[in-house]
């Protein structure tokens, strides 16, 4: 029977019997075999994804930290629960800016500078698909998007790393209001970070759709897709004021993005990688707000 490695960098052999136990106790066939820095995981190429996701499950319930110059490879590479609470912080910080703005409602001013107008993206100023991102109407607008980033971007950031995560839920969520503002070819304003919450989503099914060692699933395509237009229908066309298509245009975007990544990054991105993308992620939003500032 042709057997392939998994894809986790070489761990210790103490590591290597436990993961050993985990897929006997799964009766999935496996061996293991010395490599430059450790052990690795032999299976079955067919049994491959019900071999990563049985070993994701013990490392959630038995988390192992490596040990030496390598640790930090070797743990970003192994199925952890990095960016737990990544989604936390990020929905903090969409707080700390209402707080700092208010509610927009009562901000023309800073709807004219800083909202996502289809008609004045047009004509340039793409920036503010990106800071349109930052702003809420009123404080139940603010809410429903900190709950919805802190549930599906820590999702995405948990499977695609934190760097990487994050930065395909603000791409996503920019993407999003390009298209919208694309389609809408008038003066439409859009402002919220739900564009993002349902680029999230988007992404958590496109991740799966693409053979990928961390992402795919059980369930058929039709399913994933069909889970994240339930869940747009739900949650996303609710109000006289909740701007369908931004979410649609989100959702779509994400799911592009997530299938892109799965094919782009097979192999788990390493953390160099993770911290250039999130402050690259950081840079063009902390840009966007002083193209505004300099072109209001």
Do not use: C
Request: no cysteine; hydrophobic share 50%.
């Amino acid at each position: 029977m042709a057997m392939r490695p998994l894809p986790i960098l070489p761990v210790p052999r103490p590591v290597a019997d436990e993961f050993s136990l985990v897929l006997d106790s799964a009766r999935i066939p496996h061996r293991l075999e010395p490599a430059r820095r450790g052990w690795m995981v032999h299976t079955p190429l067919d049994r491959r994804d019900e071999a990563m996701e049985e070993l994701r499950a013990y490392m959630l319930e038995n988390p192992w930290e490596p040990d030496g110059e390598e640790a930090e490879e070797e743990h970003e590479a192994l199925p952890d629960a990095a960016g737990k609470y990544s989604g936390l912080y990020v929905a903090a910080l969409l707080a700390v800016v209402y707080l700092a703005t208010g509610p927009v409602d009562l901000r023309p001013d800073l709807v004219r500078i800083l909202g996502a107008n289809a008609e004045v993206i047009r004509s340039g100023q793409i920036w503010r698909a990106a800071t349109a991102l930052t702003l809420h109407l009123d404080f139940l607008h603010l809410l429903g998007n900190m709950v919805g980033i802190a549930l599906f971007g820590t999702a995405v950031a948990r499977m695609a790393g934190r760097g990487m995560g994050w930065s395909l839920v603000v791409a996503g969520g920019i993407l999003g209001n390009l298209i919208n503002a694309w389609v809408h070819q008038t003066a439409h304003v859009s402002v919220g970070a739900s564009t993002s919450v349902f680029a999230a989503i988007g992404i958590l099914g496109g991740l799966r759709l693409v053979p990928w060692p961390r992402g795919r699933g059980k369930n058929a395509p039709w399913v994933i897709l069909g889970a994240g237009l339930a869940l747009l229908g739900l949650l996303g066309s609710g109000g006289e004021r909740t701007d369908i298509f931004a979410h649609l245009f989100g959702y779509l975007s994400g799911v592009g993005l997530g299938m892109g990544h799965a094919a782009l990054f097979p192999q788990p991105v390493p953390p160099r990688w993770q911290a250039g993308a999130l402050a690259t992620t950081a840079a063009i939003l902390a840009g966007a707000w002083g193209l505004a500032w300099i072109m209001a």
